[in-house]
């Protein structure tokens, strides 16, 4: 039984990862809406699902508990909506990039992202860091160079991915809002800046009203996005923190493929960018084993984060 729980949590995990690359795809396939309008639609769509799916696996009162607090907490009335507006602008970024050509700047910031939480860990929370990790910062911070060395500054698009996610996450590990709960609270949050980009073109609306077959894919959105979501649930589960951890470095892997596949290419100026900051990667994962073993043999390991999409 144990295996089996093992094989379906690696199962999910790849899957998960494999949907939300197939989100990244899939913004191609919904024109004419722009990356605003999908976003829009996207967050109308998936948090009704979120909560059917929270209710579903018995972890509504992760919601009941924030809602409690609110009124007794003054600082939530400014730091929820904040919350909200950080992960929104990933959510709107992840959807806007691959239609409008910064598909590599968003994964090369997914790329980052592990190694800007590790220095998040450090300084913010005062977590240590290892030799391995140590090394691979130095070997983002080569890759770094470079990119500054060829355009002079990092694309936002990178820096919002890369900087963005790690203050939101200490973000909601200040209020204690890291939850599924607190997620479905932020896109609720969100839901009439949403349906303001969903709603904002009469003409897209007309165009939408005239096609079956841009409504339906509009509604598979949604429902990617959440089966997205209930896959990374079912992965963390059956996962011991460790191995789930090491498979999300899959995504971002995708994410280039993706990128490639609409259009974009890696100029031969950029390779010392992305291999120096993808062996900082394959030392993370070669830390990640370790943890993996370590995990194996009873000794505790720290939780991991897992970046909402």
């Known amino acids: 039984m144990e295996t089996r729980n093992r094989l379906a949590g690696v199962a999910g995990s790849l899957a998960a990862s494999t949907l939300f690359a197939t989100l990244y795809y899939y913004t191609s396939l919904l024109e004419p809406l722009s990356g605003q309008q999908i976003y829009g639609w996207r967050i109308l769509l998936t948090a009704p699902c979120l909560a059917l799916l929270l209710l579903a696996i018995g972890r509504w009162g992760e919601v009941r508990e924030i809602l409690v607090r609110v009124p ?64 691979a910062c130095l070997l983002a911070a080569v890759g770094v160079g470079n990119q500054l060395l060829l355009a002079s500054s990092l694309s936002w698009p990178v820096l919002a991915v890369a900087l963005g996610y790690p203050c939101y996450f200490v973000l909601r590990r200040w209020i204690g809002t890291a939850s599924l709960g607190g997620l479905w609270v932020d896109l609720i949050i969100s839901l009439p800046v949403a349906a303001l980009f969903a709603f904002s073109d009469r003409e897209t609306l007309q165009q939408l009203a005239a096609s079956p077959a841009l409504l339906l894919l509009i509604i598979g959105l949604g429902a990617l996005s959440a089966l997205a979501l209930a896959l990374m649930i079912v992965a963390s589960k059956h996962l011991d923190l460790a191995l789930f951890g090491l498979l999300s470095y899959v995504e971002p892997v995708l994410l280039v493929v993706v990128a490639l596949l609409l259009g974009e290419s890696i100029a031969s100026n950029q390779w010392l960018t992305y291999v120096a900051i993808w062996t900082a990667i394959a030392l993370l994962i070669v830390e990640g084993a370790k943890a993996l073993r370590a995990a194996r043999a009873g000794v505790p390991q720290k939780r991991s984060r897992r970046v909402l999409k």
């Open 72 to 135: 007794a907490e003054a600082r939530l009335w400014l730091a929820l909506p904040l919350s909200s507006a950080l992960v929104g602008l990933q959510l709107w970024l992840f959807m806007w990039a691959p239609i409008n050509g910064h598909g590599l700047d968003v994964s090369l910031g997914y790329f980052l992202l592990p190694l800007t939480l590790v220095l998040t860990g450090r300084l913010v929370f005062g977590e240590a860091i290892s030799r391995l990790q140590r090394l």
